[in-house]
C-alpha cells in the first residue's frame, strides 16, 4: 500500500514506449500504476542506498524524480531509480517542525527545483537550485504554515500555500520564478484547508483538496482564483496526492492505500 502523500504523472519509460505511468512513493522505493493495461503496482527501487520520502515531483522531460525524503533530504533518481543523488538539506538546521511533509515542484522548462526549507518550529522557506544542486536561492523567504508548492511551466509562475498568521486562513500565492511580484490568487474560508495543490497549466485551472469541508472535497479554481467550484464531496478527510493528467481530461488521488481515479 502507498505510504505517501503525494503522488504525480510521468511520461512513457524508456523500456516501455507508449505506456503512461502514476506514480507513489514509499519510503524504499517508487511505485509505479499503468494507466494502460492491468493496474498492478511495479516498484523501482532505488540505488545508492536512496531514501523515500511522502513528497515528491517528477521532471517530464529530463526524466527525474525529485524526492523530499524521510532523512530531510532533497534527492534527484532517474526514473529507473538509478542515479540516486542527494542535492540540498531541506531542514540544515536540524530543527523541529510542525509540517510532516515538506513540498517539491519542477520547472519542466528550466529544469530548476523548488522546495521548502525548515527554518523554525512554524516557518519554512522556498528555496531553488539546478537540478544538480547548484546555483541554490531563497525565492520566498519566510512562509508560515505551508500546504504545497507547484510551478507552471506554461506562464513561468511559481504557487504556494500558506497560512495567514493574523486570519488563520489559508492562501494561495504566486510569484515570478525569483519571487518578485506575489499575489494573493485565492483566500480559504475560515476554517477550511488548502492542500495537495496541483494545476493543469494548459488550461489554467488550480485544483486542491480541502480535508475539511464536507468530509473532504475536491475545489477547482480559475488559476487567478476565480470561478470556484465543489467537483467532488465526501471524498474523505484522508484523500492525498492530487494530480491531473489534462491530455486524459483525468484527475487521480490516492486514499487509505489506494489510488482513485
Known amino acids: ?25 514509499t519510503l524504499s522505493e517508487l511505485v509505479r500504476i499503468p494507466l494502460i493495461g492491468a493496474p498492478n503496482p ?54 523541529p517542525n510542525q509540517d510532516v511533509e515538506l513540498s517539491v515542484a519542477v520547472d519542466t522548462a528550466s529544469g530548476r527545483v523548488y522546495w521548502t526549507e525548515v527554518v523554525t518550529m512554524v516557518y519554512t522557506r522556498i528555496r531553488s537550485a539546478n537540478n544538480d544542486g547548484s546555483d541554490v536561492q531563497t525565492i520566498v523567504p519566510i512562509v508560515y504554515g505551508q500546504k504545497g508548492i507547484l510551478f507552471d511551466p506554461i506562464r513561468n509562475l511559481l504557487y504556494w500555500v500558506g497560512l495567514d498568521s493574523q486570519q488563520r486562513q489559508y492562501v494561495i500565492y504566486r510569484s515570478n520564478p525569483d519571487g518578485s511580484n506575489v499575489q494573493v490568487v485565492y483566500t480559504a474560508a475560515a476554517g477550511a484547508q488548502i492542500r495537495d495543490l496541483t494545476l493543469d ?16 472535497t475536491l475545489f477547482r479554481a480559475d488559476s487567478d482564483g476565480g470561478n470556484l467550484a465543489a467537483l467532488d464531496m465526501y471524498i474523505g478527510s484522508d484523500a492525498r496526492g492530487l494530480v491531473v493528467l489534462p491530455a486524459q481530461n483525468t484527475l487521480y488521488y490516492s486514499k487509505y492505500g489506494s489510488l482513485y481515479q
Open 42 to 95: 511495479e516498484p523501482v527501487q532505488f540505488d545508492n542506498g536512496g531514501t523515500g520520502g511522502a513528497v515528491f515531483a517528477i521532471d517530464n522531460a529530463r526524466g527525474y524524480v525529485f524526492i523530499s525524503n524521510a532523512l530531510e533530504q532533497l534527492a534527484r533518481v532517474n526514473l529507473n531509480g538509478t542515479g540516486y543523488t542527494v542535492i540540498a538539506d531541506v531542514n540544515p538546521s536540524n530543527m
Open 201 to 216: 497549466p494548459y488550461a489554467q485551472k488550480l485544483y486542491w483538496i480541502d480535508g475539511v469541508t464536507d468530509n473532504g
Open 1 to 25: 500500500s502507498a505510504t505517501s502523500n503525494s503522488i504525480t504523472a510521468a511520461p512513457t519509460l524508456a523500456a516501455l514506449p507508449g505506456v503512461p505511468y502514476v506514480y507513489y512513493s
